[in-house]
């Protein structure tokens, strides 16, 4: 993996580059193994939290950690192109757009002891920006050689927290055009709904259950770019333990190796419906 500027970043996909890098500030990794007609993205997988906010911060690194989707890039590191978020949402959250990026407060707590420096909120909405900067040339040149893209958003979250039976996995289509692409989203929530999991964990799959897709992530794509649909897909944290901080490794690469498979028929399919 090479340390490279965002400038050679976006030069290396303008110019049909294969490379894996991570951003000169340390932000973002991405890979790119083969220009294929998806891409893979875990916007919430980091941890990282810039040492001049720590202070600052009234929330531990375990609360961080909480809200948090660890391991989502993980469970799609094997395909040829992931691009993965590598700093804390609690710094800024590639997720919200930039006005909403940085917290006041989380989950129902003040983040901040003092409020932040205008300086220190330009450096991470610097981040957030650079980061986007990328996505839109990945995506401009995905879409430009095949006429269309998928791209798998993937996500995680504490399923502990809800007071009624959820669904392990759940999809977000509700900024998806789904006169276009509903058929695709149904396609793969039955294939989620078929995978095999350690521990007798059922694989439940919804769409639009306990969260409806309402990412910038998403929507950034999909108001860009008319001919690429984005599948919000979040994993119930059946993987860890939420409470304790503990990862199961176990249920973590039975999930990658699932996906391993099931992304790339997903995919064909997709190419196949839409050029039907």
Partial sequence: ?????????????????????VCEDYSFSIKIEEYVPFICGAVHDGHQFRKDLWQNCLHNEYERWYEEDPCTKEMVQSHPIVLAGRDSRFEYDLNRSPES?????????????????????????????????????????????????LVFDMHSYNWRRWDREVPVW????SNIDNERFGNMAE???????????????????????TFQGNGFFLKYITSNFKNT???????????????????????????????KELIPLQTKEFLRSYDS
Avoid at 116 to 141: C, E, R, T
Avoid at 170 to 173: A, P, Q, S, V
Avoid at 188 to 205: D, F, V, Y
Wanted: hydrophobic share 40%.
């Fill in 1 to 21: 993996m090479d340390r490279l500027a965002l400038s050679k970043i976006i030069s290396n996909i303008q110019n049909e580059i294969c490379f894996e890098a």
């Fill in 187 to 209: 396609s793969w929530k039955t294939k989620l709904a078929g995978i095999t999991m350690p521990h007798n964990i059922r694989s439940t799959s919804a769409i639009n259950d």
């Fill in 101 to 149: 990026a940085i917290y006041e407060d989380a989950w129902g707590k003040k983040l901040w002891k003092n409020p932040l420096s205008k300086d220190d909120i330009g450096i991470s909405l610097d981040k957030h920006a650079n980061f986007y900067k990328v996505v839109h040339a990945l995506v401009n040149k995905i879409e430009s050689k095949h006429g269309k893209a």
């Fill in 229 to 259: 649909l984005v599948l919000a897909t979040e994993i119930s944290k059946i993987y860890c333990n939420e409470y304790e901080g503990i990862i199961y490794p176990e249920v973590v690469r039975a999930v990658e190796t699932n996906l």
């Fill in 170 to 173: 759940n999809l977000g289509t």
